[in-house]
C-alpha cells in the first residue's frame, strides 16, 4: 500500500464521521394560538409590544405577515451595543407571524431566541428564555394590549 494513500484515507474518514453528526437543535421558545381578534389589530399590537420593551422591530423581507427584531436594546444610549456583543449575560430577539384565519381570528406565532454567555470573554449561546423573556409572556402582553384577557 502506497505510503501517500494513508493520510489522505485517514483524512477523508475524519471528514465524513464530522459531517455525519447530527446538527445542532436550536433553543427557540415558541408559542401559537388563534386571537379573537382582526389581523390589523393584532399585527399593530404586537408592535406596540415589542417597540415598547426595547426591541427594534421591522416586517418580514417579502411577507408584511413576518414581524422580526433585532436584539433587545437593554439600555438607552451609545454604550447599548457593548452590551449585546461583548460585556452583557443575555440577549434576546424575536420572530412572529401573523395570518389572517378569517375576517374576526388571527393567528399568531411567537418565537423567543435568546443567547447567554457565563463570562465576558466566553461565547454567546443559546439557552431557553427565562420567564421575563418568554414567548407565552408576549403573547399574554399582546393579548392585554386586544382587550383579550
Same mark, same amino acid.
Given at each position: 500500500? *502506497?505510503?501517500? #494513500?494513508? +493520510?489522505?484515507? #485517514?483524512?477523508?474518514?475524519? #471528514?465524513? %464521521?464530522?459531517?455525519?453528526? *447530527? $446538527? $445542532?437543535?436550536?433553543?427557540?421558545?415558541? %408559542? !401559537?394560538?388563534?386571537?379573537?381578534?382582526?389581523?390589523?389589530?393584532?399585527?399593530?399590537?404586537?408592535?406596540?409590544?415589542?417597540?415598547?420593551?426595547?426591541? $427594534?422591530?421591522? !416586517?418580514? $423581507?417579502?411577507?408584511?405577515?413576518?414581524?422580526? &427584531?433585532?436584539?433587545?436594546?437593554?439600555?438607552?444610549?451609545?454604550?447599548? =451595543?457593548?452590551? /449585546?456583543?461583548?460585556?452583557?449575560?443575555?440577549?434576546? /430577539?424575536?420572530?412572529?407571524?401573523? @395570518? +389572517?384565519? @378569517?375576517?374576526? %381570528? &388571527?393567528?399568531?406565532?411567537?418565537?423567543?431566541?435568546?443567547?447567554? /454567555?457565563?463570562?465576558?470573554?466566553?461565547? =454567546?449561546?443559546? &439557552?431557553?428564555? +427565562?420567564?421575563?423573556?418568554?414567548?407565552?409572556?408576549?403573547?399574554?402582553?399582546? /393579548?392585554?394590549? #386586544?382587550?383579550?384577557?
Amino acid at each position: 500500500m *502506497n505510503v501517500m #494513500l494513508i +493520510p489522505a484515507l #485517514l483524512c477523508s474518514a475524519l #471528514l465524513m %464521521t464530522g459531517c455525519m453528526s *447530527n $446538527p $445542532p437543535v436550536r433553543l427557540v421558545d415558541t %408559542t !401559537e394560538t388563534v386571537l379573537a381578534a382582526p389581523f390589523d389589530q393584532v399585527k399593530t399590537a404586537l408592535v406596540s409590544i415589542l417597540s415598547t420593551d426595547g426591541y $427594534p422591530v421591522r !416586517e418580514g $423581507p417579502d411577507d408584511d405577515r413576518i414581524v422580526m &427584531t433585532g436584539y433587545r436594546r437593554e439600555m438607552k444610549g451609545l454604550w447599548d =451595543w457593548l452590551l /449585546k456583543s461583548r460585556f452583557g449575560v443575555g440577549r434576546s /430577539k424575536i420572530d412572529a407571524t401573523v @395570518s +389572517p384565519e @378569517s375576517e374576526d %381570528t &388571527t393567528r399568531l406565532t411567537i418565537s423567543v431566541f435568546y443567547e447567554s /454567555k457565563d463570562y465576558l470573554w466566553s461565547r =454567546w449561546r443559546e &439557552t431557553t428564555a +427565562p420567564p421575563h423573556r418568554s414567548a407565552s409572556l408576549q403573547l399574554r402582553s399582546v /393579548k392585554r394590549a #386586544l382587550g383579550l384577557l
